[in-house]
């Protein structure tokens, strides 16, 4: 009954591969969101999605490409990876944007080597 | 655009003491958030309190909220060894018209047994 479920929960790739990670809400949101957790916890917004549309891009490099195929799905694929990119990313979701409490998944830890 | 900061980074009690952390932010505000993130785990939404309130409670915490001072506090009372993770404040950005929540650098707690 996991509500914000991520996949993979690792990921471990070298420089200038591209990879993405999944993510799937069953919780009815509307808005759904993409974090990166540097690695002093440092927790920084990337996106936002509202109802599959693009609300905020918070000065994310263009290798990063977030795509929201329906309502419940908001997937990241990020190309020529970079060591910089290592971080834990998280999806979360909630039913009225800031306004609202945010349901996290558990993370996806991406190693780039 | 981050603009929590919380404060003490870090901080260690006894089993039953309690703790207290703080969050300061910059621009105005329509509600405040805390959350609470175990190891290797994604952040778990803990309490909200809008800027009209000035106090909440739930169980064990107690959340204050001072929008002239910008500023809030978040209590723990009779800790537990369970309450050991890292808690953060989170407020939406206005700039995004209050649909997503920008995060501080959390306060990393831990309650001995």
């Known amino acids: 009954d996991t509500a914000v479920s991520q996949t993979p929960k690792y990921l471990v790739t070298q420089m200038g591969n591209d990879k993405s990670i999944k993510c799937e809400q069953n919780?009815?949101?509307?808005?759904m969101y993409w974090y990166k957790q540097d690695s002093k916890k440092f927790l920084k917004i990337m996106f936002s999605?509202?109802?599959?549309?693009?609300?905020i891009n918070e000065t994310v490099p263009n290798r990063f490409s977030p795509k929201s195929p329906d309502k419940a799905h908001l997937n990241l694929h990020i190309n020529s990876l970079e060591l910089g990119d290592s971080a834990v990313y998280f999806c979360?979701?909630?039913?009225?944007?800031?306004?609202?409490?945010?349901?996290f998944g558990n993370g996806t830890r991406l190693t780039v080597t | 655009s981050q603009q929590g900061e919380e404060d003490p980074q870090a901080l260690s009690i006894q089993e039953g003491e309690n703790a207290t952390m703080n969050c300061s932010y910059k621009?105005?505000?329509?509600?405040l958030q805390w959350y609470r993130q175990n190891s290797g785990r994604g952040l778990v939404h803990l309490i909200l309190?809008?800027?009209?309130?000035r106090e909440k409670h739930s169980g064990r915490l107690r959340v204050t909220l001072d929008t002239s001072k910008k500023s809030s506090s978040l209590l723990i009372t009779a800790s537990r060894a369970a309450d050991t993770a890292s808690y953060f404040c989170?407020?939406?950005?206005?700039?995004?018209?209050?649909?997503?929540?920008?995060f501080g650098k959390g306060t990393m707690l831990l309650v001995s047994p």
């Open positions: 979360a979701s909630s039913q009225a944007g800031g306004n609202s409490p945010l349901h």
């Open positions: 919780l009815g949101h509307d808005t």
């Open positions: 999605y509202n109802n599959k549309e693009l609300i």
């Open positions: 621009t105005s505000i329509n509600n």
């Open positions: 309190i809008r800027s009209n309130e």
């Open positions: 989170a407020t939406p950005l206005e700039n995004s018209g209050y649909s997503t929540l920008t």
